[in-house]
């Protein structure tokens, strides 16, 4: 069985990721770092120093996708390795998570944006195939979307990150949840129950609890 809970076999679902790339000149794991920085599909790469993939164990059964790289991101090619990444890490290990052992990290684009703007639609298009590569390869269970611009590049969902954090999406065979970033979360430190951080806490709670469950989502029709 693979790790989504699909059964050996099934027929590869399609990728609400926008376009994939073509059989046959579909990269692998391996290759991605290389091909992403030989990449010009948008005008991010016109300012990155270099591509940033991922971090983590492509075997995990948790995949967290963010936004984008930073400024230290962009320097050291690691995902979410700033202070937002430092919250994200300690928040997983709250709930008994190991980002580098138990989650693959990466991004929806893999080049940094200038001033660390949101990447446009169109940024975020190109950049899909890239992402749709990491996901078929790792095939998680569960994935964690942070923050709205995860939202919308995975699902297609514009704003409502506040409505929609905490809930559980079936799609393509997994489960995914989008959850406020830690950066918001950094500018919103307090823990008391019902702040930003406490729910974010109760969400992590529930991605764990799902994780040890191993059940994939009923087939959507
Ligand atoms: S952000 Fe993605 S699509 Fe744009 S240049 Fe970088 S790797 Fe290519």
Not at 41 to 46: G, K, M, Q, T
Not at 65 to 93: K, N, T, W, Y
Not at 100 to 125: F, H, I, L, W
Not at 191 to 212: A, C, F, I, N, Y
């Amino acid at each position: 069985m693979a790790k989504n809970g699909a059964m050996a076999g099934d027929p590869p679902q399609a990728s609400l990721l926008g376009a994939a790339f073509s059989a046959g000149d579909t990269p692998g794991l391996e290759g991605l770092q290389g091909s992403c920085q030989q990449c010009r599909r948008c005008d991010l790469a016109a300012g990155r120093q270099q591509a940033v993939i991922s971090r983590g164990d492509p075997a995990a059964r948790l995949m967290v996708i963010g936004e984008g790289p930073g400024a230290q991101e962009d320097a050291s090619g690691r995902p979410f390795v700033g202070r937002a990444g430092q919250l994200l890490d300690q928040m997983l290990a709250s709930v008994g998570l190991d980002s580098e052992r138990d989650a693959y990290v990466c991004n929806v684009v893999k080049c940094r944006p200038p001033d660390n703007r949101k990447p446009t639609a169109q940024e975020m298009a190109a950049c899909a195939p890239w992402l749709a590569v990491q996901i078929g390869a790792v095939d998680p269970a569960v994935v964690l979307l942070t923050g709205a611009t995860a939202l919308e590049g995975v699902l297609g969902i514009k704003g409502g990150i506040s409505r929609l954090r905490g809930q559980w999406h079936p799609w393509q065979g997994r489960w995914v949840m989008p959850v406020f970033h830690p950066s918001y979360l950094l500018r919103n430190p307090s823990r008391e129950q019902g702040s930003p951080k406490w729910l974010t806490w109760q969400d992590l709670k529930e991605v764990r609890r799902r994780l040890e469950q191993d059940q994939p989502p009923p087939p959507t029709l």
